[in-house]
């Protein structure tokens, strides 16, 4: 993929959008018993991934219902800038977003558990937890106060440790730098000296560009080639501890919501389970070939953070989870069921998912 043309068609798209939307009904717009849903999203229009899960999930509502309910897609910018969507949403601006919770950390540090916190679950353990270990209903309340109910409706799997302009041996190598990386994982390097950076996807390649950044973590292979990092660094870190399985969302507004039949409400509810499923299985189908294509036609290195820098990382982030765990009310209730919950995964996952990725790791002879 080209990034540049790949961006002037967002642009476009989005100059056009912007002046289109302007002109649009109310949401929702209703007519002749149909309701017609705008999503706003914090990716670029048809994004690798994240901007095509978004188009899928509008998809999927729309065919669904049979057409009753049409889901139009907005991509970053073109109604509002990326960050903006949560606000664009609960001010009724918009009737859905799409993004990740730790964009709006600033509101509560308790919806970065929504999406990833470092060294913290994986994205089957988040699943587990949202569905069956009572972190819906503590997304419901938390969300309920911004006038949005939250759905789990991708998840991009493990992400990579991040883009260097020179490789990282020791915890000394970080402290300094300009980085990007949103979230509590943002926390933990500004616990290390790390000066971070907060960017929309966007925005990230002509920063890293001109040096207003020194580094930078995105997504994963497949996301990471189609923005081009590689054009400007070639030193790929491994693995990306600050998100371990990063869930990504879609927010309806809540009087939205509260207007559906309780039929058209499970719809909804089916097809967001549907894309938080298609969208994990895309990006694991994806990553393995983006990675070879970085590594065999772009000369990238992979480099691993030793377990030096991993631990020192982990105890960095161990006290910034002890910092959100002090606070009280909603964040408190949230910490301490995911913090619960991630101590009982642990505990099982050694003897199911790590134990047989060890074993698998033993170097006999499989295929022939």
């Given at each position: ?108 540090k308790a919806f970065s558990f929504f999406a990833a916190v470092p060294y913290g679950l994986t994205a089957q353990e988040m699943n587990a937890w949202i569905h069956h270990g009572g972190g ?208 009982n995964q642990i505990a099982w996952m050694k003897y199911s998912q790590q134990g047989y990725m060890n074993a698998r790791s033993l170097p006999f002879t499989y295929a022939k």
């Amino acid at each position: 993929m080209d990034r540049r043309a790949f961006l002037r068609g967002s642009t476009a798209t989005a100059v056009a959008g912007s002046a289109a939307a302007a002109g649009t009904m109310p949401a929702p717009a209703i007519a002749q018993n149909k309701m017609q849903l705008k999503m706003v999203t914090t990716w670029p229009k048809n994004f690798p991934g994240l901007g095509t899960s978004a188009e899928r999930l509008a998809k999927r509502i729309t065919d669904m219902t049979d057409g009753r309910i049409s889901v139009k897609v907005f991509g970053s910018g073109e109604i509002v800038p990326a960050l903006e969507a949560f606000d664009a949403v609960s001010s009724e601006t918009a009737d859905m977003y799409h993004g990740a919770e730790y964009y709006w950390q600033g509101k509560s540090k308790a919806f970065s558990f929504f999406a990833a916190v470092p060294y913290g679950l994986t994205a089957q353990e988040m699943n587990a937890w949202i569905h069956h270990g009572g972190g819906q209903e503590l997304w419901d309340e938390l969300a309920a106060d911004f006038g949005i109910k939250p759905f789990a409706a991708c998840n991009t799997g493990v992400q990579m440790g991040g883009w260097f302009k020179s490789p990282v041996t020791k915890l000394e190598d970080m402290k300094g730098l300009k980085f990007r990386m949103p979230g509590l994982g943002g926390e933990v390097l500004r616990q290390i000296g790390v000066s971070v950076v907060g960017l929309a996807g966007e925005d990230i390649f002509p920063a890293l560009q001109s040096g207003n950044i020194d580094g930078t973590e995105w997504v994963g292979p497949w996301n990471d080639l189609a923005f081009g990092f590689y054009k400007i660094t070639k030193h790929y870190h491994w693995p990306g501890i600050h998100e371990p399985g990063t869930t990504l969302s879609m927010g309806m507004n809540r009087k939205v919501w509260d207007k559906l039949s309780p039929s058209d409400q499970q719809i909804i509810k089916n097809a967001c389970d549907a894309e938080n499923m298609a969208g994990l299985a895309e990006f694991n189908a994806r990553n393995g070939g983006a990675l070879d294509e970085l590594r065999n036609e772009h000369g990238v290195e992979l480099h691993k953070f030793s377990d030096t820098v991993l631990q020192q990382l982990g105890e960095a982030s161990a006290d910034v989870m002890s910092d959100v765990g002090k606070e009280g009310g909603i964040v408190k209730r949230v910490y301490d069921s995911f913090v619960n919950f991630r101590r009982n995964q642990i505990a099982w996952m050694k003897y199911s998912q790590q134990g047989y990725m060890n074993a698998r790791s033993l170097p006999f002879t499989y295929a022939k």
